[in-house]
């Protein structure tokens, strides 16, 4: 069997004949000369190195088919790895009720099957809560693990090939939890939230919990100026008063590291506003802070490394150790580019908030709408609506043979709706073309941005 993984963590076990079984499926639904070319059947015994060719061949093969966006987002594909992942962690499809968090705390708690995917639990949070139905795609279901300070450390945003419930149990530990959030970032779409009671309540929840945490910052006149507004319970006014201050929007990552100015710096990175802000500490202790624009990233990449192995017998599920980049190449000056990584186990969630920026950004421009109609409950059960997310992260398949090798050097490439070649990178160490993320929004950018 091959692991698949996402974002690091064990997702399913798959053997060739599935995939081979998957490939069969989409060629008769979508034709041969869409569905790419699949590796062909041996008749004998494979060496080690054919197993290792075979894997890699297995890897490009899944995710051209994941960055395809009529395959990527075919329920074939995404039902083949939900049911792998049912399959891998052996938990029969049966009624449940799954805990999810609010931003103040509160726990929602849904009857789902175990097998109802992200879309589904979403929808059946959205109806506990009655949000109205053009307002559930303005959040979405991030999985997230709680820290010592009460705070979060956000793992990834729940994917459509995912089932919840399996993924948050899969892991056996208390410390995972699923949260709802608001999944925009421009603070222009808090007009439409704040329409509606439970949009306004939510949003205000999160905005309290985000000063409460620290990525918000307040002075002291401006505290005093919240804390009266939340005595009078003028939830709007603490919005409004919220959005003028510094992080507004805003998701707070890990300390990491980052080679910006120099090498080996100590960095928090926040992620809002179309950019992403580095509070770098200098190897002299000296703080300093900047932001990157995202429509001055011409491209970025995730790498990771993943071992053979799953570690050592009795580990704990996902605790492998996974190294994770995220470089971008983003314009210095008019004349200029410069490579910027940062080393940090949020790195594929790092890249999905840019990504989603620049969708935001194009969708925004072409005068379109974030709003995302949902289907209500049919005699009881869940339909899904026919909407797909913008966002795709595709697997990461593990060499079968953990003696073959210690560890496998895998490119994960995570993209939107399409994925554009770059050439004549001007990076040392660079690789194929369609490893990166080409960003459409850098294609506007003019003499002002500079």
């Known amino acids: ?95 449940v009720v799954l805990e999810v968090l609010l931003s103040n705390g509160q726990k929602v708690k849904v009857t789902i099957l175990t097998s109802d995917q992200t879309e589904d639990v979403l929808e059946a949070v959205a109806s506990k809560l009655d949000l109205p139905d053009d307002l559930v795609g303005y959040f979405s279901l991030f999985l997230v693990r709680e820290t010592k300070d009460g705070a979060f450390s956000f793992v990834r945003k ?66 005093r100026q919240l804390k009266s507004l939340q005595e009078k319970v003028s939830k709007k006014e603490f919005i409004r008063l919220a959005q003028t201050l510094k992080y507004y929007g805003y998701l707070k990552f890990d300390p990491c590291v980052t080679d910006f100015p120099e090498k080996g710096c100590h960095v928090v990175v926040s992620a809002g506003n179309n950019e992403l802000n580095f509070q770098v500490r200098l190897p002299n202790e000296q703080i300093k802070e900047g932001s990157f624009k995202v429509t001055r990233m011409r491209c970025w990449r995730v790498t990771s490394s993943v071992p053979m192995n799953n570690g050592p017998s009795g580990s704990s599920p996902g605790k492998s150790e996974v190294k994770l980049e995220l470089a971008f190449e983003y314009l210095m000056s008019k004349d200029r580019l410069q490579w910027v990584t940062i080393t940090s186990p949020q790195a594929i969630m790092l890249s999905i908030c840019l990504q989603s920026m620049v969708d935001e950004l194009m969708v925004k421009k072409s005068g379109g709408s974030i709003r995302k109609m949902f289907r209500r409950r049919v005699n009881g059960a869940l339909r899904r609506s026919d909407s797909q997310q913008a966002v795709k992260s595709p697997p ?10 210690p560890m496998a050097k895998l490119s994960s490439k995570l993209t939107s709706v399409s994925l554009r070649g770059i050439s004549h990178s001007s990076s040392a160490n660079d690789v194929a073309a369609n490893d990166f993320h080409g960003n459409y929004a850098f294609e506007g950018i003019g003499d002002e941005d500079l």
């Open 1 to 95: 069997a091959y692991n698949i993984h996402v974002n690091g963590v064990l997702h399913c076990r798959v053997r060739y004949s599935q995939l081979l079984g998957l490939h069969e499926q989409l060629r008769k639904e979508y034709g041969a000369n869409v569905v790419p070319a699949f590796p062909p059947k041996k008749i004998f015994t494979l060496t080690p190195e054919e197993v290792e060719k075979r894997r890699e061949q297995l890897e490009k093969y899944m995710q051209a088919v994941r960055q395809d966006p009529t395959l990527g987002g075919s329920e074939t594909f995404n039902s083949f790895l939900r049911k792998a992942q049912q399959e891998t962690q052996q938990i029969p499809t049966e009624e």
């Open 158 to 223: 729940l994917q459509e090939f995912e089932l919840p419930y399996v993924s948050v149990t899969s892991l056996h530990n208390p410390e995972f939890q699923i949260i709802l959030r608001k999944s925009y970032w421009d603070s222009a779409y808090d007009d439409d939230v704040m329409e509606h009671r439970v949009g306004l309540n939510l949003l205000y929840a999160q905005t309290v919990s985000d000063i409460e945490h620290g990525w918000i910052l307040v002075n002291k006149e401006q505290h």
């Open 396 to 405: 990461l398949l593990d060499s079968p043979d953990a003696s073959w090798e």
